[in-house]
């Protein structure tokens, strides 16, 4: 089945810079990878998601580039703000079924 | 307009209770699927119905877990015999149609002392 690793597993930076998080994922017919924020005591919350027909795709400050033959995938965020901070997820699936999570990312950014 | 609630937010269970963890859906979406997330990790697929067929059960961790959508639209995640490798939030999603975005509740928080 598939594996998806995700890296750092936490990430400081200072606000106005950019932040970016990486992923990796194993089963290559998976052709969908959301990225989801997580704020504390809520569920997760789709931010941003590219299929495999799609290099790259950006909306505003944030945006995810996946690169099918190394099997990876990026979250960059730019222009970072206090309101950022939280736990932000990759995910891998095959047409948004069968979803597999990575471990998730603890982005703080300080002002 | 209203998003997939959970209820309860909080439960602890003393070791070898039953648990009822209900998930309202959006109203109108077809899909639903459970997660499990443990402190630290990311949300793993427990089960998925399409309105009331249950057509993937794969991920629920023994036969101590059942899970029910009867009208296709409330579900229950039920947990018997709890043990306390099953303290985690449980995440119950919502999406329009299979392979449709999915909406998250907020979980519940099972907390098995």
């Known amino acids: 089945g598939e594996n998806v690793e995700q890296h750092p597993s936490t990430l400081s930076v200072q606000e106005g810079d950019s932040a970016v998080i990486k992923c990796t994922y194993s089963?290559?017919?998976?052709?969908?990878f959301p990225w989801y924020k997580q704020e504390l005591g809520k569920g997760p919350q789709l931010i941003i998601d590219?299929?495999?027909?799609?290099g790259e795709k950006k909306d505003q400050r944030i945006a995810v580039t996946l690169n099918k033959t190394a099997k990876h995938f990026s979250l960059h965020i730019t222009e970072t703000q206090p309101e950022d901070s939280a736990v932000y997820f990759c995910?891998?699936?095959?047409?948004?079924?069968?979803?597999?999570f990575g471990a998730g990312t603890r982005l703080t950014v300080k002002p | 307009g209203a998003g997939v609630s959970q209820s309860p937010r909080y439960k602890v269970a003393k070791r070898g209770q039953d648990v009822a963890l209900r998930c309202d859906p959006i109203?109108?979406?077809?899909?639903l699927f459970w997660y499990q997330q443990a402190l630290g990790q990311g949300p793993e697929f427990l089960t998925y119905?399409?309105?009331?067929?249950?057509?993937?059960k794969s991920g629920l961790p023994s036969d101590r877990f059942f899970a029910e959508r009867p009208e296709g639209s409330v579900s229950t995640l039920k947990i018997q015999r709890t043990q306390q490798e099953d303290s985690a939030v449980y995440l119950c999603?919502?999406?329009?149609?299979?392979?449709?975005?999915?909406?998250f509740g907020p979980g519940t928080r099972l907390t098995v002392t």
């Open positions: 999603a919502s999406s329009l149609a299979r392979g449709e975005e999915q909406y």
């Open positions: 089963d290559s017919a998976s052709n969908y």
């Open positions: 590219i299929r495999s027909n799609v």
């Open positions: 995910a891998a699936s095959r047409n948004n079924n069968d979803m597999r």
């Open positions: 109203s109108g979406h077809v899909s």
């Open positions: 119905f399409q309105n009331e067929a249950q057509l993937d």
